[in-house]
T-cell receptor
Framework: EAQVTQNPRYLITVTGKKLTVTCSQN?????MSWYRQDPGLGLRQIYY???????DKGDVPEGYKVSRKEKRNFPLILESPSPNQTSLYFC????????FGQGTRLTVV | TQLLEQSPQFLSIQEGENLTVYCNSS?????LQWYRQEPGEGPVLLVT???GGEVKKLKRLTFQFGDARKDSSLHITAAQPGDTGLYLC????????????WGAGTKLIIKP
């Protein structure tokens, strides 16, 4: 079954404590992306990757890092989370259509 | 940054009514997709339209791509409470199939 797997689904953390949200896809897609979704703002792209070792900033990259060492994995790293990064995060991959993970609801206190 | 404007942003109607959601841009797109998102879940693809003027039907949902490939509409006939959700349009830009541009979404509530 084609899928994008994100973990964890829910995370509460404290300001400044580094965290990683994992994302894995099984469709051999070259293109992957991270989004955050906030009420009234829609999906905003954080980073995207067009292939292994090729990443680029999206619309809201500040405070985030990504890596693409393997085609299937695209982790999102928050080196020093802050409360304004509290949001619902989605990982997606696509070929002809976008497949999304189930989302990670992150709360930074 | 290219914009994909959706309207209305919010729509609440009674079961059985018809409705139309619009997705517009000043740019020409290679293709346009409509997604539906349930609360707390990721968006799920409903349809992809590629050819200008194309019309696709999915049960009570009718999707149309504008002749100039700059706009699209989603029409729901006899809306049901199960149609409630966030509807998102997304488009790929003409010179690159990698970038996916998203609309802000239309939150639709169908009241029984």
């Amino acid at each position: 079954e084609a899928q994008v797997t994100q973990n964890p689904r829910y995370l509460i953390t404290v300001t400044g404590k580094k965290l990683t949200v994992t994302c894995s896809q099984n469709m051999n897609h070259e293109y992957m992306s991270w989004y955050r979704q906030d009420p009234g703002l829609g999906l905003r792209q954080i980073y995207y990757s067009m292939n292994v070792e090729v990443t680029d900033k999206g619309d809201v990259p500040e405070g985030y890092k990504v890596s693409r060492k393997e085609k299937r994995n695209f982790p999102l790293i928050l080196e020093s989370p802050s409360p304004n990064q509290t949001s619902l995060y989605f990982c997606a991959s696509w070929g002809t259509e976008a497949f999304f993970g189930q989302g990670t609801r992150l709360t930074v206190v | 940054t290219q914009l994909l404007e959706q309207s209305p942003q919010f729509l609440s109607i009674q079961e059985g009514e018809n409705l139309t959601v619009y997705c517009n841009s000043s740019s020409v797109f290679s293709s346009l997709q409509w997604y539906r998102q349930e609360p707390g879940e990721g968006p799920v693809l409903l349809v992809t339209v590629v050819t200008g003027g194309e019309v696709k039907k999915l049960k009570r949902l009718t999707f149309q791509f504008g002749d100039a490939r700059k706009d699209s509409s989603l029409h729901i006939t006899a809306a049901q409470p199960g149609d409630t959700g966030l509807y998102l349009c997304a488009a790929t830009i003409q010179d690159s199939n990698y970038q996916l541009i998203w609309g802000a979404g239309t939150k639709l509530i169908i009241k029984p």
